[in-house]
C-alpha cells in the first residue's frame, strides 16, 4: 500500500522542519567533519549525556521491582514517550482514584470466609425481626436473635490494632445507639454518610468498611450513588451508571451552581424532558428499594423501568424549586433501574439501592475533593437534603488536596468547622467523626518521608474535631505514622506516587476503620449496658 503524495503545503513545511534541524546540528565554523553526520565537541558530549539521563530515567518503566524509583503517578507509564507523540499529560486530579480501581461495575474479589474472618464473625447476621416485623402479636417483641451476637466484640477480633477512636464517644452515640438497636430488633437501618476525597472515590476503602459492617449487623444494600462522577475515575463496586449526555453537570468544587443546591454527594445533573440515568447492580449487590434525590424546578414527571419494565409514573409539581425523593421497590435482586424525564425539569443526585434492613454505608467521595468547598453549598438546601436521607452517622474525610493549599491554621479551622456544621444539617441526633488523611510520601535524599503539610493538617483536624464536638480517626497513625507511605509501597499496599492505596491498602484501611469502629460501639455499651441488653 503505498500513502497519497504529500501536498506542496506539506512538503513546504516539511523542508522547513528539515532545514531547521540541519541547522541545530551543524559544525560550528571550523570544526572538521569527518564524513560523520553526528555534531563533535561541546555539543555532541551535550546530546550524548541527554540521552543517557532520558534512557535511565525510563529504566523503572520496564523493569519490575523498581516502581518506587518512577517520579510519575503509574497512569503515565512513560513520560517521554508522551511528550514525543504530543500526547496531553494525564489531569492530575484524575491520577489517584484510577491507580489500582476495579472497573465501575466490579464486584470485590473477597469470599465469604476471608470476610468472615475480618469481621470477627461465623457467618451472616441473623438479625432479629422489628417490632413491627414480628408475628408475636401478643407480646409485639422482637423474636430471639440467632447465631453470633452482633455486639460481642471480642479481643481477638481487634487484635493487632492500636490506633481508635479519639474523643468522647458520647459524640458518636446516635450511631452506637442505633446499631445497638439495629441488632436487637429496635430498628431495621442504620445509615451512615463518608465524604472524602480520592482515597475514597473508587469505593475501595468505605466498600470494604460497608462489607465488614453489613457482615456482622445485616446488609441494608449498596447505599447512596451519584447519577455520574465529577471525573470519569468516579466508581462504585456492584454498581454501573450510565446518564445520557444532555444533562449539565454542576458539582460543589466548581461552585457552579447559582443555587448553591449539590445534593448528598455534593454533585448533580441538571436536565430537561427526554434525559435518563441507568443505575445496574451485579449479584453481589441486591436490592429491593430504590430512593431517588432530586431537586424538582415546577411541574414534571419521572418515567421509570425496572430491568426494562415501565412502574408507574411520579409526578411532580411543586410551586418552588424543592428538594425531593421518589422511591420504588421490587424483589431482592440484582436489577438495572432507568429514570426518565418525561416532562419538566429537574436536578438528579443520585439514587440510594437500599434492602429490608441491615448497615447502609454511603461512600461519598471525589476526586480532587477538597472539604472547604463545601461552603459553595446552600444550607438551607443541604439541610431538606439531609432531612431526607437522615444518615446517623457523618464522618468527614478530607485533607489530602488541601495540604497543598496555603492558609492559615485558624482560617483552615474556621472553614472546616463550619463545614462540619453543614453536613449535621442542624441535626442533634447524628453522629460526627472526623478522619484524618492518610500518609502522603516525599522523597528526601533518597528515603521516602511524611509530607510536613499533612502532619501539619492533621493536627488542624484534630482541632477541627474537638472544637464541632466529633469524634476524630487518625488514619495516618493507623498506617504507622511517619513515613508509613514509603513502606506501604513496598509491601504493596501503596501506589508510587506515595499519595494512595492499592487494592490491598484499601482492604488493610477499610479494615482498620470498621475495628475502630467496633470498638467504639464495645466502650460505648459497656458505659451504656442497657442499650446491649435483650428485651
Known amino acids: 500500500m503505498t500513502s497519497d503524495p504529500a501536498s506542496p503545503t506539506d512538503r513546504s513545511a516539511r523542508d522547513r522542519v528539515a532545514r531547521v534541524a540541519s541547522d541545530a546540528f551543524a559544525p560550528a565554523p571550523g570544526e572538521a567533519v569527518a564524513g560523520a553526520a553526528f555534531p563533535k565537541g561541546p555539543l555532541l558530549r551535550l546530546l550524548q549525556a541527554v540521552v543517557v539521563l532520558v534512557s535511565a530515567s525510563q529504566v523503572p518503566a520496564v523493569i519490575p521491582g523498581l516502581d518506587d524509583y518512577r517520579y510519575w503517578e503509574r497512569l503515565d507509564p512513560s513520560p517521554l514517550v508522551r511528550a514525543l507523540t504530543l500526547q496531553d499529560p494525564p489531569a492530575a486530579e484524575m491520577l ?165 443546591a449539590y445534593g448528598y454527594g455534593g454533585v448533580g445533573l441538571d436536565g430537561g424532558p427526554g434525559e435518563t440515568v441507568a443505575w445496574t447492580t451485579t449479584a453481589k449487590s441486591p436490592w429491593s428499594r430504590a430512593h431517588l ?94 432531612a431526607l436521607r437522615r444518615p446517623d452517622a457523618v464522618i468527614v474525610n478530607y485533607g489530602g488536596n488541601e495540604r497543598l493549599d496555603k492558609l492559615a491554621e485558624a482560617t483552615y479551622v474556621q472553614r472546616m468547622n463550619d463545614v462540619v456544621t453543614l453536613l449535621k444539617a442542624g441535626r442533634t441526633d447524628v453522629a460526627c467523626l472526623v478522619f484524618g488523611p492518610s500518609d502522603h510520601g516525599l522523597r528526601e535524599k533518597g528515603a521516602i518521608v511524611s509530607d510536613p503539610a499533612i502532619v501539619k493538617l492533621i493536627r488542624w483536624q484534630r482541632r477541627v474535631a474537638k472544637e464541632s464536638n466529633c469524634l476524630f480517626f487518625d488514619t495516618r497513625a493507623l498506617m504507622g505514622g511517619d513515613g508509613s507511605m514509603g513502606r506501604w509501597v513496598k509491601q504493596g499496599l501503596g501506589w508510587s506516587d506515595y499519595s494512595h492505596f492499592t487494592a490491598k491498602g484499601e482492604r488493610a484501611m477499610g479494615q482498620g476503620t470498621y475495628h475502630a469502629l467496633l470498638r467504639g460501639l464495645r466502650d460505648w455499651l459497656r458505659a451504656h449496658p442497657e442499650r446491649g441488653r435483650r428485651e
Request: a negative charge; charged letters at 25%.
Open 293 to 386: 434525590y432530586f431537586r424538582a424546578k415546577g411541574r414534571g414527571t419521572w418515567q421509570a423501568r425496572l430491568d426494562g419494565k415501565a412502574l408507574p409514573k411520579a409526578d411532580f409539581a411543586p410551586a418552588a424549586p424543592t428538594d425531593l425523593a421518589f422511591s420504588w421497590t421490587s424483589t431482592d435482586a440484582a436489577h438495572a433501574i432507568q429514570v426518565k424525564l418525561a416532562a419538566g425539569r429537574a436536578r438528579v443526585f443520585g439514587i440510594a439501592l437500599e434492602r429490608e434492613r441491615g448497615v447502609v454505608y454511603d461512600s461519598l467521595g471525589e476526586v480532587g475533593a477538597r472539604g472547604v468547598r463545601w461552603k459553595n453549598a446552600d444550607a438551607v438546601h443541604l439541610q431538606a437534603t439531609m
Open 96 to 260: 489517584p482514584a484510577t491507580a489500582g480501581a476495579p472497573k465501575a461495575n466490579g464486584d470485590d474479589d473477597l469470599d465469604d470466609a476471608e470476610l468472615d474472618r475480618m469481621a470477627g464473625v461465623h457467618g451472616a447476621a441473623q438479625l432479629p425481626k422489628s417490632a413491627s416485623e414480628t408475628d408475636d402479636a401478643t407480646t409485639g417483641l422482637p423474636s430471639a436473635p440467632t447465631g453470633d451476637d452482633p455486639l460481642a466484640v471480642d479481643d481477638e477480633t481487634l487484635k493487632g490494632q492500636a490506633v481508635w477512636l479519639e474523643g468522647d464517644l458520647e459524640h458518636g452515640a446516635p450511631l452506637f445507639r442505633a446499631l445497638a438497636d439495629l441488632a436487637r430488633g429496635r430498628r431495621t437501618h442504620v445509615r451512615m454518610g463518608h465524604w472524602g476525597d480520592s482515597h475514597i472515590a473508587n469505593d475501595g476503602i468505605t466498600h470494604v468498611t460497608r462489607l465488614l459492617l453489613q457482615k456482622r449487623f445485616g446488609d441494608g444494600g449498596h447505599g447512596f450513588v451519584l447519577p455520574q462522577g465529577r471525573t470519569e475515575w468516579y466508581s462504585h463496586k456492584g454498581v454501573t451508571l450510565a446518564p445520557s449526555e444532555g444533562w449539565s453537570l454542576v458539582n460543589f468544587l466548581n461552585g457552579n451552581a447559582r443555587d448553591g
